[in-house]
């Protein structure tokens, strides 16, 4: 079976989603038919970082174009590399609205549709998903870091600081650019919005995920992500003493 060819004309598409994924091939699939479904006309990028499995040859299948790399560089990076590769779009004088997402939501990613209207009927210009049910987790420490530092370098509280699921303006993105390495993308782009002046708005939603749960590897993946939020704690806090 040959790769779908990415939707004709997606320049003029009027939003355009990046999908984060790693080693996601079994479900990478549904979810880029999910956001297909729920936004028509939507031209799907699959940010695919390093996976060693099929998911960019099973996104491409899908319709999706597929942004790869040759080896991991971290959700940041990847998601950086594939919003560069779209940054003319976002510079045009009616730009599509952008947004980002996991690769392991499945059918639940056009939930998303909510964050897209949130922000074209001019609601916010960065709208941010929030899981209406928790799935895994450990103690909270990790969440709870990057709550505070958001607070702490913003004076603004939120309730879903980690969630990869957002949709924005094209001048937030460019403005945002290039993301945070690592987990600490959706901390540094919420502080950088902020700082900017941007509206944000947290959204209640019905989404699933592959969640991680109080395993070593679970443990693993917290502690990663919490060194991240410190990284990007401390670089945003040196930007502002400058």
């Given at each position: 079976?040959?790769?779908a060819?990415?939707?004709?004309?997606?320049?003029?598409?009027?939003?355009?989603?990046?999908?984060?994924?790693?080693?996601?091939a079994?479900?990478?699939?549904?979810?880029?038919?999910?956001?297909?479904?729920?936004?028509?006309?939507?031209?799907?990028?699959v940010?695919?970082?390093?996976?060693?499995?099929?998911?960019?040859?099973?996104?491409?299948r899908a319709?999706?174009?597929?942004?790869?790399?040759?080896?991991?560089?971290?959700?940041?990076?990847?998601?950086?590399a594939?919003?560069?590769?779209?940054?003319?779009?976002?510079?045009?004088?009616?730009?599509?609205?952008?947004?980002?997402?996991?690769?392991?939501?499945?059918?639940s990613?056009?939930a998303?549709a909510?964050?897209?209207?949130a922000?074209?009927?001019?609601?916010?210009?960065?709208?941010?998903?929030?899981?209406s049910?928790?799935q895994?987790?450990?103690?909270?420490?990790?969440v709870?870091?990057?709550?505070?530092?958001?607070?702490?370098?913003?004076?603004?509280?939120?309730?879903a600081?980690?969630?990869?699921?957002?949709?924005m303006?094209?001048?937030v993105?460019?403005?945002?650019?290039?993301?945070?390495?690592?987990f600490?993308?959706?901390?540094?782009?919420?502080?950088?919005?902020?700082r900017?002046?941007?509206?944000?708005?947290?959204?209640?939603?019905?989404l699933?995920?592959?969640?991680?749960?109080?395993?070593?590897?679970?443990?693993?993946h917290r502690?990663?992500?919490?060194?991240?939020?410190?990284?990007v704690?401390?670089?945003?806090?040196l930007?502002?003493?400058?």
């Amino acid at each position: 079976m040959s790769p779908a060819a990415p939707v004709s004309g997606w320049l003029d598409a009027r939003q355009v989603a990046i999908v984060t994924a790693r080693n996601e091939a079994d479900r990478i699939s549904a979810t880029v038919a999910a956001l297909s479904d729920a936004l028509p006309g939507i031209h799907v990028i699959v940010a695919d970082d390093g996976s060693s499995d099929d998911t960019s040859l099973v996104a491409m299948r899908a319709g999706a174009e597929v942004v790869a790399r040759g080896r991991p560089h971290g959700k940041g990076g990847a998601a950086s590399a594939a919003a560069l590769s779209v940054l003319e779009v976002a510079r045009r004088a009616d730009p599509p609205t952008f947004l980002f997402c996991d690769g392991d939501l499945g059918s639940s990613a056009g939930a998303l549709a909510t964050l897209v209207d949130a922000v074209e009927s001019d609601r916010c210009d960065l709208a941010v998903a929030a899981f209406s049910r928790r799935q895994g987790g450990g103690f909270g420490l990790a969440v709870g870091f990057a709550r505070w530092a958001i607070r702490n370098l913003t004076g603004r509280e939120t309730g879903a600081p980690i969630s990869g699921q957002r949709a924005m303006t094209a001048t937030v993105l460019q403005e945002t650019l290039p993301f945070a390495p690592g987990f600490g993308m959706e901390v540094g782009m919420t502080v950088d919005a902020l700082r900017a002046g941007h509206e944000l708005c947290e959204l209640e939603l019905e989404l699933e995920h592959r969640s991680t749960g109080r395993t070593p590897g679970g443990f693993l993946h917290r502690g990663k992500q919490l060194r991240d939020f410190v990284r990007v704690y401390l670089s945003r806090k040196l930007r502002r003493s400058r």
